[in-house]
Each structure stands twice: as C-alpha cells, then as structure tokens.
C-alpha cells in the first residue's frame, strides 16, 4: 500500500454532467501525476504538477479537463461535460523519494452512461 | 514520441513454470523501466525497475533484462504462483523529459494455473 488515496473510488454520472476527482499523496511538495486508463490497455499520462505548478498537459487534456494541486498537497481532477469517452479509470500516482518511482493510487473509476 | 509494445497480451502458464513478458521501446533516449503490477479493481504496483546504466537486476523471484542496443527488456517470474495472476505493464521514461512521465506497454494478462 504506497498510501495514495483517491475518491471517489466509483462515480457513476450521467453525460454532460461534471465530475471532480481528488488525490491525497503521501507527501506534499513532490511531483504528481494523473494518468486515465482504458479497459484492456496501459495508462497514458494527462498532466504532472511539481509542487503546486501544472507543468505539462497531455494532448489527451482537452478543454473540458481542468487539474489543480492548491498549496502543493492534495490534488483535484474537473471533468466538465462528462462524455460517454471520459469513461475510464483516472490514476494518479506520486514520486517519493530521489528515484523518480512513481506510487499509484487506488484510482477512480468513472462510468459515463 | 516514445512508443511501448509488449508482449504477449496473454500468458498461461502451470504453477512453478517461469512466465516471460518481453517489451520493446522506441526512444533510444529512454533510461527508466519500470515494471508494474495490477490485480482487478485497483491501482498498479510498481514490483521492479531497472535503469539504463544495468544490464539485469533480480529481486526473489523476479528478474529484469534490458538491452539497450535492441532496445527491448523483459521481465521474469520464476516459480510462478497462483497469487502471481495479474496484469503486468511494462513501462518506459526518459530523464531528459522533465516530467519523468511513463509511457506504459498495453500490458500482459498472466494466468497462473494451480
């Protein structure tokens, strides 16, 4: 258990509709990650923060996608205008220590009917 | 950019074999493989990496290979159990790229047999 949380664990919505997702890493002031993953394939990165600032987006980030990392902790994913598409599991993952692993989380899964 | 393939995307194999999942990468400028552990319904689970300056490294019953002139690594389970079923992703970075980001494998679906 690396000891990244994320919630909800499930959300069911319904299109249009926005959702937000939240991470809770082990430690603040490191770099996060988001990743979705498809059923049957491998996650794809959508953006990173080092401390509190979103350095790289993911072309896979289209406009309806919003990420922040307030004061360098916590993080939230926005979903706005939720697609029968967004339906994915959203990871996010941590690096701890100076070895640049990085920790997953639980991930959230999104169904989008 | 970067691109992973792995293979098989399936695997079976009989409780005590050895199972073998082999991946390839693009980007010659990749240095950071990590292979990862996934059971149903949650996250992935980092088991074992290697980094480009290593030919192998070994871990009880896990061991990885990287060749970095072909530019494919594998992965092997030795002894394999049946708590060893899973999916396996391989995975691949690059420290030039400041994000460190992984670019994962379309993983590998391992059935350990009892």
């Known amino acids: 258990d690396t000891g990244v949380s994320q919630n909800p664990r499930h959300k069911i919505t319904k299109r249009g509709q926005n959702v937000t997702f939240r991470c809770d890493p082990i430690s603040e002031h490191n770099r996060l990650y988001w990743y979705r993953q498809t059923l049957g394939q491998g996650p794809e990165f959508l953006t990173y923060?080092?401390?509190?600032?979103?350095?790289?987006k993911s072309r896979l980030l289209s406009d309806r996608f919003s990420a922040e990392r307030p004061k360098g902790s916590f993080s939230t994913l926005e979903i706005q205008r939720t697609e029968q598409g967004d339906s994915a599991m959203y990871l996010c993952a941590e690096v701890a220590g100076g070895n640049n692993e990085q920790f997953f989380g639980p991930g959230t899964r999104l169904t989008v009917l | 950019g970067e691109n992973v393939e792995q293979h098989p995307s399936t695997l079976s194999v009989q409780e005590g074999d050895s199972a073998v999942i082999k991946c390839t990468y693009s980007?010659?400028?990749?240095?950071?493989f990590p292979w990862y552990k996934q059971e149903l319904g949650k996250g992935p689970q980092l088991i074992i990496d290697i980094r480009s300056n290593v030919g192998e490294k070994k871990d009880q019953r896990i061991a990885v290979t990287l060749n970095k002139t072909a530019k494919h690594f594998s992965l092997h389970i030795t002894e394999t159990q049946p708590e060893d079923s899973a999916v396996y992703f391989c995975?691949?970075?690059?420290?030039?790229?400041?994000?460190?980001?992984?670019?994962f494998g379309s993983g590998t679906r391992l059935l350990v047999r009892p």
């Open positions: 995975a691949a970075s690059r420290s030039m790229d400041s994000s460190y980001k992984l670019i």
């Open positions: 923060f080092q401390n509190e600032a979103q350095l790289e």
């Open positions: 980007d010659s400028a990749s240095n950071y």
